[in-house]
Each structure stands twice: as C-alpha cells, then as structure tokens.
C-alpha cells in the first residue's frame, strides 16, 4: 500500500500565476481533505471532497478550488498566486462516516516569488 | 467554533528522560475525538495517539500516554524513555465525531517543537 502521495514534492511559481496540484489518497479511502502550512504554523483546513464534490469548507478565499476525481484522487488549484500562499500543501486522505484515522501525504512545498 | 492552543512553542528533553506536551482547546460538543500528531523534518504527519472524548480511560500507545481532562479541556501527552527519534514538531489536534456519512475536518493547534539531547 503506498499510502497517500502527493505531487509534485516542490514548485516555484511565481506572482500571479496559477498551480495545480495532486494528490492520491491511501487504498480503500474515499474522501480528501486539503490543509495548508504555513512555515512554523499548523496546518489550516482549506477544503473536503468526497462523491467528487466539495462538502466542507475552511476560510479560504474562491482563488482556492479543487477537484475529485471517480478513482477518489483529487487537485488543488489556486489562482493568482500571491507571496502569502507560499506554505506546505498537505493532503489527508480518509474514509467517511467512519471514526478512523486520516493519513497524510509528505506534502508539496510551494514557494511563490 | 472549537480551537485548539498549544502553549509551549518550543520544549527540551534528555535522552531517555520523561516530557510533557500540553494543549487545550474549546468546545461546546460533548462528544469529539482528540490526536497528538508528529511531524519529522520529513513533513508527513504520523498519527502519535487518539482519544476519544466519551472514554474516561487515558490513551496509551507503548511510550506515549496522554492526559485527558476534559471538564479543563485540557489533553497533554507525555513521553517516556525519549528517544532521538521523537524530535519533531508535535500538534494536537480536534475532530468532531463523524455521523451521517459525514467526513470531519482536523482542527490543529500551532505546534511543539521538541528536540531531544544525547
């Protein structure tokens, strides 16, 4: 099982321009959720994907929008980047209505310059 | 809305000496689930212990217990016997208990740097 995966593991964009990026989520899980970390912080709930649409929603702005796809796997994309979204994109991977565990993924480190 | 603080930005222990991290948080649910997570230079997030609010009985996972008060809402883990292997950053961590199909969403406190010296 190859747990969560996430790509890519580092990008810089710059100012202005838009990213994508991806996430697996672990064998067997059916929802997705996004956090972000920024350096020295915790992570902050962006947003949750099951049934390949978005169920729950932190306070992100709309340049923040995903994607869930029928095999579970999910995108992140943002819009005109901004310096203050350099951070750790993390992605948790779960199996809804059950009270178990989320697995994360080592994340992908965007630097926006 | 429930938060989650962790107080301590940074703490040091000895090698094979005990530490206690410790965090609080607010609620207004009765029932919820509580995490201690570790997050090593390698970035992903590892699951340390969970709680369940509804069980008096404290956690416990071979050198990690926590502490569980919940009229203080207060949730501390202790680890004993350090090793170099456990420093990393430590969150705790709030989730609703999932219902309906729901899929519940973590809330993080700042984190705990813990370094652990030979």
């Known amino acids: 099982d190859a747990g969560v995966t996430q790509s890519p593991t580092h990008l810089i964009k710059t100012r202005g321009q838009q990213v994508t990026l991806r996430c697996s989520p672990k064998?067997?899980?059916?929802?997705v959720s996004w956090y972000q970390q920024a350096l020295g912080q915790g992570p902050q709930f962006i947003f949750q994907?099951?049934?390949?649409?978005?169920?729950q929603r932190g306070n992100f702005p709309d340049r923040f929008s995903g994607h869930q796809f029928p095999n579970y796997s999910s995108e992140l994309n943002v819009n005109a980047l901004l310096l203050g979204d350099s951070a750790l994109y993390l992605c948790?991977?779960?199996?809804?209505?059950?009270?178990?565990?989320?697995?994360f993924g080592q994340g992908t480190r965007l630097t926006v310059v | 809305a429930q938060t989650v603080t962790q107080s301590q930005p940074e703490m040091s222990v000895q090698e094979a000496e005990t530490v206690t991290l410790s965090c609080t948080y607010d609620?207004?649910?009765?029932?919820?689930?509580l995490f201690w997570y570790k997050q090593p230079p390698s970035r992903q997030m590892i699951l340390v212990i969970r709680?369940?609010?509804?069980?008096?009985q404290n956690a416990t996972e071979n050198r990690f217990s926590v502490n569980f008060q919940k009229a203080a809402k207060s949730f501390s883990l202790k680890i004993s016997d350090s090793q170099l292997g456990d420093a990393a950053m430590y969150f705790c961590?709030?989730?609703?208990?999932?219902?309906?199909?729901?899929?519940?969403?973590?809330?993080f406190g700042q984190g705990t740097e813990l370094s652990v010296k030979p």
């Open positions: 994907y099951y049934e390949e649409e978005e169920r």
């Open positions: 609620t207004s649910e009765s029932d919820y689930y």
């Open positions: 064998s067997g899980h059916d929802t």
């Open positions: 961590a709030y989730r609703t208990i999932l219902i309906y199909n729901q899929g519940g969403k973590l809330i």
């Open positions: 709680q369940e609010a509804y069980k008096q």
């Open positions: 948790a991977s779960s199996l809804r209505g059950l009270n178990t565990e989320a697995f």
